[in-house]
């Protein structure tokens, strides 16, 4: 059953940005979840699209469409009307990872979509369980090209972020390491705090507690600069692996054929309410920096991050079919 949530009704009077449709309309706009209520990427778009409704003087609804890695919520998105009614949450698994495994994708991320903005970026961290004898990413990667350190990761499963993050940096330090697929990225933690499987490639904030608490060690995180929250803990590209720098991200696109000027006009609802005091704190509390931008810059990143995740699938030879 498809949990639907109405979150905000379109505001009566006029006072707005000057970008908005001034008539409004009792159309609500379908927000898509490609995720189960509860998560970073659920959370995120029910801050934004409460703060959109009252800038474009319409309703917004989240309509969580959960299953097979994000894909069927993006697959719903990418079979509707291009009238502006339906967006979609669109991350790097949705449209980077799980295109680039299938043997036969349902959807392509560049050509059944238009990039409508960015919503936040997540940084990513490998780290280890403290019985590891590896004190920081140099260590490690010493200790897994040594193909006897029988070293395993986990991951929510094949196809995940968690698993390809983890085959790429396998691919970047030609190390040796073998992959233990969980359903899921909570018991995958769960067993790496409890060292039944030793590393570790997720999300900062899921592993962050367990960092801080000492039941697990970080060893580099997947960000710009250094971490406020980790400030002894280097970068992927300090440790000169740039390859594995990149960061999880969200962000919102629509159905192929959405006029561009609709598109803008979503784009500028989403970028005013980013810009917001009251949203940007909430995403920062949730681990996350707050980012919204124009729409041909997104779509620049996920053809990117698509073309990235496309070479790591055929050199490590990760091919899934439709389930």
Known sequence: MHRRHVIAAALASGLGAPFVNAQGSDRPIRLIVPFAPGGTGDLIPRLVAPAMAEMLHQPVIVDNRSGAGGSVGALY?????????TLGVATAGTHGIYPAVMKKPPYDPIKDFVAVSNLARVPNVVSVHPSVPANDIREFVALIRNPRSQLEFGSPGVGSLGHMMGEL????????MLHIPY???????????????RVLFDNLPASLPHIKAGRLRALAVAWPKRLTQLPDVPTFAEAGLPT????AWFGLVAPAGTPASTAQRLQQAVTAAVARPEIRTRIEEMGATPLAGASEAFSHEIQAEYEKWKQVASQGHISLEAS
Request: proline share 8%; net charge positive.
């Open 77 to 85: 998105v990418a079979r509707s009307l291009p009238d502006g009614l």
């Open 183 to 197: 359903r899921g990225a909570g018991p995958a933690l769960q067993d790496a705090v409890a060292g039944q499987v």
């Open 244 to 247: 594995v720098n990149g960061p």
């Open 169 to 176: 940096f396998k691919q970047a330090t030609q190390g040796f």
